[in-house]
């Protein structure tokens, strides 16, 4: 390594060469930076370099008797600052304050408090010294060894007050900048939205249209967590409660895990700080995530704790977010009819307020509860004035899942080509916004309806996009509805013994009312293909109980086959009795 990387002084010296390396305890990282400082001084013979790190190691008495290699690391390490620019050696020792796994030279400006080109600069020089490397476009990280001797550097040379500042104004940057990609995207709403002006001497990236501040918070959501964990853990927690509320509808578009993160960090600060709005708002996150998860019961927790603490602070919108999301959890479980109560609750108090962004979400959700049950033209009624509502505020991402809706309530009409049409203009919006989970809903939502248009090749790759989308962000009744799409689909296609592999699958992991009863429905009519009119029965049984409890208008179809099976020649009755 040392000859690929210093060339033909190597084989000039090779005793001093070997030295070298024993000095770098033989480690890779070691000898990069040293072979930097010994290309960066092609006059200076290598004996001479050798002398001088043997001086360094002496001198910091850094090697133990056992000579061990993180001892001769720092070593180098520290015989390579000493051939850095002030500015870049501060750089080194502030990225030792960075929680996260990397850093672009926005945030090194503001961890510095120098201007960009600066930031770049000395990032350009630690990178040549081998002390960061890149990660991707303009960004850099650091060796956990790199990182832990820049940390004791930072504590041994800069103040504590320093430091904090250095913190502070890193934390403050990607709270800033946060806020303005959430503003771009309109994932944002007039109830505690969190206040924050941008320092004056920090730069910040412009974020020329939804798509730049997207790519900005994918591309800083690791940094973000770390930011979440950290400010919660060392004394912001004020930056913890409002990265958790800043990020909260960005965050419930399909990143679950890191949201669970967040929100988690806010609530725990906001409890030790004494901020009982704070933890409301991180409670109501984890609930709405752990719905979107499919932890009804967990999420119902959640819920209430957020609502007790939204009534002690007589904050009325806060009260409806919790009822809207109770509303949803209701329909999860297969009540829609007190699912569509606690939603005309959260309608009223909306209305109250004259929040509108609220009043929409509600009528949407209340939308959605009343296809569940079955009065599906009031279900587009209550649909298009959302769609009214979310055109006219600017909140394309709520219009895409609307036209999506409406297109599942056109379907129950029987209005398959208007349904078609809609979850077409969904996925076209979706796809512009680049809004993955809601690309799942509209691809699923399509494949439902190419079925019912006699099309099951096209529902069956449709619905299998959907699956994958649906697995990698975790959303399990996404994950449920797309196999039983497959499942009716592969049926349709005259397949079967797939369609029960798809059923049974959706069976296995469902916890959701109607899809059980849906995936039961299912295996029965594939059972009943194949001839085993046993177990057709067993699951007609178990969809009739599972559709009569949830008043589905479908009991009376599946009460009809059950009734037609039993007038077949051989239904099994004996056996199965």
């Not at 084989?11 to 070298?20: F, G």
């Not at 296809?371 to 587009?380: E, K, P, S, T, Y």
């Not at 009739?544 to 077949?568: E, F, K, M």
Request: one cysteine or more; proline letters at 4%; glycine letters at 8%.
């Amino acid at each position: 390594m040392l000859r690929r990387l210093i060339g033909h002084r190597v084989d000039a010296d090779p005793d001093a060469a070997a030295t070298l390396a024993t000095q770098c305890a033989h480690l890779p990282l070691a000898l990069r930076v040293a072979a930097e400082l010994a290309v960066a001084r092609p006059t200076t013979p290598l004996a001479e370099l050798v002398i001088e790190l043997a001086d360094q190691q002496h001198r910091l008495d850094l090697l133990d008797a056992d000579g061990d290699p993180r001892a001769a690391v720092t070593a180098v390490f520290s015989w390579s600052m000493r051939h850095l620019p002030v500015d870049a050696a501060r750089t080194f020792r502030l990225l030792g304050l960075h929680p996260g796994p990397d850093i672009d030279a926005y945030a090194t400006a503001a961890l510095t408090d120098t201007s960009l080109s600066q930031a770049r600069l000395a990032l350009d020089r630690l990178a040549r010294a081998h002390l960061v490397h890149p990660t991707g476009p303009a960004r850099y990280g650091m060796h956990d060894l790199l990182r832990a001797y820049a940390t004791t550097l930072t504590t041994a040379h800069d103040s504590d007050a320093d430091r904090r500042a250095a913190s502070t104004r890193l934390f403050d940057y990607y709270l800033v900048t946060a806020a303005a990609a959430t503003q771009q995207l309109r994932l944002v709403d007039a109830h505690g939205r969190p206040g924050t002006a941008a320092p004056a001497t920090t730069p910040t990236p412009e974020l020329a249209g939804p798509g730049t501040a997207l790519r900005w918070l994918d591309t800083e959501r690791p940094c973000l967590v770390a930011a979440a964990a950290h400010t919660a853990t060392h004394g912001w927690p004020a930056h913890a409660v409002r990265l958790s509320m800043t990020l909260y509808r960005y965050l419930e578009g399909g990143h679950y895990i890191d949201a669970l993160t967040i929100h988690a960090h806010a609530r725990d600060a906001a409890r030790q700080a004494g901020d009982p709005a704070g933890q409301a708002h991180a409670q109501l996150g984890l609930g709405t995530i752990n719905v979107r998860l499919g932890r009804l019961e967990l999420a119902t927790e959640h819920l209430v704790q957020a609502s007790v603490l939204f009534r002690q602070a007589g904050d009325l919108i806060g009260q409806a977010r919790v009822l809207t999301n109770l509303g949803v959890v209701e329909d999860h479980r297969g009540h829609y009819q007190a699912a569509a109560d606690r939603l005309e609750q959260a309608l009223a108090l909306y209305q109250q307020t004259c929040h509108t962004i609220g009043e929409a979400m509600a009528l949407h959700n209340l939308g959605v509860a009343e296809d569940h049950l079955g009065r599906h033209q009031a279900a587009a009624d209550r649909l298009e004035q959302a769609l009214v509502r979310y055109r006219r505020l600017g909140y394309p991402r709520e219009e895409a899942m609307t036209l999506h809706n409406l297109g599942l309530a056109a379907m129950g009409l029987g209005r398959y080509q208007e349904a078609a049409d809609r979850q077409e203009q969904a996925l076209a919006l979706i796809r512009q916004l680049g809004y993955p989970r809601g690309e799942a809903w509209a691809l699923y939502g399509l494949g439902s309806v190419q079925t019912r248009l006699g099309r099951p090749d096209q529902a069956i790759a449709l619905h299998t996009q959907a699956l994958t989308l649906f697995r990698e962000s975790g959303e399990r009744g996404g994950e449920i509805r797309a196999l039983n799409g497959l499942g009716e689909a592969t049926l349709a296609a005259g397949r079967p013994a797939d369609a029960l592999t798809h059923h049974t699958a959706a069976l296995s992991t469902s916890v959701i009312p109607d899809q059980q009863a849906r995936a039961h429905t299912g295996a029965d009519r594939a059972h009943h293909i194949l001839g085993d009119l046993v177990r057709a029965r067993h699951h007609y049984e178990h969809a009739l109980a599972l559709h009569t409890r949830l008043g589905s208008p479908d009991a009376h179809d599946v009460g009809a086959c059950l009734i037609a099976l039993d007038a077949s020649p051989d239904t099994g009755h004996d056996q199965h009795d």
